[in-house]
């Protein structure tokens, strides 16, 4: 299976390098291939994005149902 990984910091003296490898390892567990990385620096407060994701259905934003991540 694909997988790809959200990464994000706040503030600019934070850094992602903590975040990573906790993911690389629970994919390379669940046998999931890391294909995708997305990263952001941004306070999710001041850069006025999103707190909410809308989706149609669930099965829109994953087939695996709501618990697949556990």
Known sequence: MK???YIR???ETQTTDNQLPAIVALCKARGWELVK???E???AW???RQTII???GLDRL???GPLWIL
């Open 9 to 11: 910091v706040s503030a």
């Open 46 to 48: 001041a850069s006025g």
């Open 54 to 56: 809308v989706v149609w």
């Open 37 to 39: 990385a997305y990263s």
């Open 62 to 64: 994953t087939r695996e």
């Open 3 to 5: 997988a790809g990984d």
């Open 41 to 43: 620096n941004a306070s």
